[in-house]
């Protein structure tokens, strides 16, 4: 890393509506983007605040989007009212052991995953580490692209509520859990957008660049 020299120090930066590269000095009045307007910005301005507003919007939302019911199925015999994890049991139990790990992975051990990768970036950038910068850009990167896929319980209810529903012989309908946990994908998904990752390489610039 020494011997280098960031875009930053060169007054380069680029704009985070359409990613054009462009000039602006440090010393000067705000710069607009020549090609979309958008106010320039050497950093992502509250960046960080943000984020962790989401993360911890996340973090409580967590805990009834697993405890409440996610999904309730009903049928002329048979009435059953799950949560994800109880979901994830029954599946087991009955073998579909392939679907039953899909849904675990997708819809409980990823939320959670990236809610600790974001919090252990944020804790990061605070303290200002050099440590592994590259190995915590490629973090991520991988939550980033990851994050999409914990909608898949929200696809399932939705799909089974599509094919199931056979007037009054069965019923396939979205419990309250739902609503909490579409929130904690979506807050996620934000969090992961407000962050800035360029945060991370800043302790090994010898030059602090704000607005």
Not at 73 to 94: C, F, M, P, Q
Not at 146 to 160: A, F, H, K, P
């Amino acid at each position: 890393m020494k011997g280098t020299t960031s875009a930053a120090a060169r007054g380069l930066c680029s704009c985070h509506v359409c990613r054009l590269v462009s000039r602006k000095s440090r010393f000067s009045e705000p710069a607009h983007c020549p090609r979309c307007g958008a106010t320039l910005h050497f950093r992502k301005p509250g960046s960080l605040q943000r984020c962790w507003a989401l993360v911890i919007a996340s973090y409580i939302l967590y805990i009834p989007a697993n405890t409440l019911v996610m999904m309730e199925t009903g049928s002329l015999l048979t009435y059953r009212r799950d949560t994800i994890v109880s979901g994830v049991a029954h599946l087991w139990k009955t073998g579909s052991w392939l679907i039953a790990v899909i849904v675990f992975i997708a819809s409980v051990a990823i939320p959670l995953l990236k809610l600790f990768s974001l919090t252990l970036l944020l804790f990061s950038v605070q303290r200002r580490s050099a440590s592994r910068p590259r190995q915590r850009t490629r973090l991520y990167r991988m939550v980033e692209l990851v994050g999409r896929w914990s909608m898949l319980d929200i696809y399932v209810v939705t799909l089974l509520a599509a094919l199931v529903q056979l007037g009054s012989m069965a019923t396939v309908k979205a419990g309250p859990a739902a609503v909490a946990f579409g929130s904690v994908v979506v807050l996620t998904m934000f969090a992961t957008m407000e962050f800035d990752p360029r945060l991370i390489w800043d302790p090994l610039q010898k030059e602090e660049f704000h607005d």
